[in-house]
């Protein structure tokens, strides 16, 4: 029972155009929302988080929008760069819960020059 | 500063052989996690540390598999009697505070165990 789910495993963007990758979860009791980055061999990077308190959240070129209604974030990329290439997985944790994380299967993003 | 540090980067066993993994966490870290990552799959959650004692142990699959924080800094992951199934990445994490949902964990570059 997948409680977070991105059902796209890839996408295909060219570079300078808007990246937008999405994610869904099912358990109401999340209350905070990760993304983070994976290159081949490595282990995840934090990339941007979000509270359940907020609706958006912006760092740079990376911005997380949470809709807790239809239980799903999305994050922005913009403008994407060919480095952005990598794996994305989406993460959630329930306080109360000892910070664990449940994280998404990824989606392989590949940015073309 | 240096960063979550895993040993070995890989390592090949045969089936029915014992494993130890050890997670060197960032310095001052007292949270410390366990992740297993199968082939297409995102991390799956094996057992949280808080200091030296095991605050959750719920992701553990069975009995085969038992970690240790003695001193609340280094963490060892042993694996009895291992199986073919067993094969995946093994990722450790640390985080600044311990039992707060908005902590960062900062994950280690994982163990890939394969089991023939």
């Known amino acids: ?28 009791m999340f209350d905070y929302f990760l993304w983070y980055k994976k290159y081949p061999a490595e282990g995840p990077t934090f990339l941007i988080s979000i509270s359940s308190i907020k609706d958006k959240n912006e760092d740079g070129r990376f911005t997380v929008f949470l809709n807790k ?14 480095g952005d290439s990598a794996v994305y997985f989406c993460a959630a944790s329930a306080t109360g819960a000892n910070s664990k994380l449940t994280f998404g299967k990824g989606i392989t993003l590949s940015v073309r020059p | 500063g240096a960063g979550v540090s895993q040993t070995p980067s890989n390592k090949v066993t045969e089936k029915g052989k014992y494993v130890e993994l050890r997670c060197d966490p960032i310095s001052g870290h007292t ?5 297993r990552q199968s082939l297409g799959q995102g991390p799956e959650f094996l057992i949280y540390f808080q200091g030296t ?10 009995d085969r598999f038992f970690a240790v924080r003695p001193e609340g800094s280094v963490s060892t992951l042993k694996i009895q009697r291992t199986e073919r199934g ?3 990445v093994y990722l450790c994490a640390s985080s600044l505070f311990a039992g707060s949902s908005t902590d960062t964990q900062y994950f280690g570059p994982g163990t890939r165990l394969t089991v023939l």
């Not at chain 1, 977070?4 to 358990?27: A, F, M, W």
């Not at chain 1, 209604?69 to 060919?82: C, G, N, R, Y």
């Not at chain 2, 949270?31 to 992740?35: M, V």
């Open chain 1, 1 to 28: 029972d997948q409680q977070v789910k991105q059902n796209s495993p890839s996408l295909s963007v060219q570079e300078g155009r808007i990246s937008i990758l999405n994610c869904d979860y099912t358990n109401s």
């Open chain 2, 53 to 62: 004692g095991a605050a959750d142990d719920s992701g553990l699959p069975n």
């Open chain 2, 31 to 35: 949270a410390l996690y366990w992740y």
């Open chain 1, 69 to 82: 209604s239809a239980k799903h974030l999305s994050l922005h990329i913009v403008p994407s760069q060919p």
């Open chain 2, 86 to 88: 067993d094969s995946a």
